[in-house]
């Protein structure tokens, strides 16, 4: 394996590991060395696109799931009442918050303050 092979299969590890911005990392070294072929700048230029599109989609999805709770904040007090009740039921921390789709530092914050 030459040094491009090593690189190559390095980024795609990588990116199988889910580590997308260290993959996008090496693929950029990768793309931008005038040493290297056509053919692997071509090559890296391509898996760039492809990762910083699934990137952007995972923003996207990031985006649209806050945009799909706007009035979070206006029911504090109520989801405060809801957790300490379901607190009270027995429930653990995990089943409140798929229940209430609240974080997990909010639930630990208003079982502390109780």
């Given at each position: 394996m030459n040094g491009v092979d090593l690189l190559k299969?390095?980024?795609?590890?990588?990116e199988s590991k889910?580590?997308?911005r260290r993959a996008?990392?090496?693929?950029?070294?990768?793309?931008?060395?005038?040493?290297?072929?056509k053919h692997d700048r071509d090559q890296a230029m391509r898996s760039l696109n492809r990762l910083t599109c699934a990137i952007q989609q995972?923003?996207?999805?990031?985006t649209e799931k806050l945009?799909?709770?706007?009035d979070r904040y206006k029911n504090v007090e109520s989801d405060k009442e809801k957790i300490m009740h379901l607190f009270r039921q027995?429930?653990?921390?995990?089943?409140i918050q798929q229940i209430?789709?609240?974080s997990r530092d909010f639930i630990y914050n208003c079982k502390k303050k109780s």
């Open positions: 299969f390095k980024a795609s590890t990588l889910g580590l997308l996008i990392s090496i693929w950029q070294d990768i793309s931008i060395n005038p040493k290297l072929s995972k923003a996207d999805i990031r945009k799909s709770h706007p027995g429930l653990t921390t995990k089943e209430t789709q609240r």
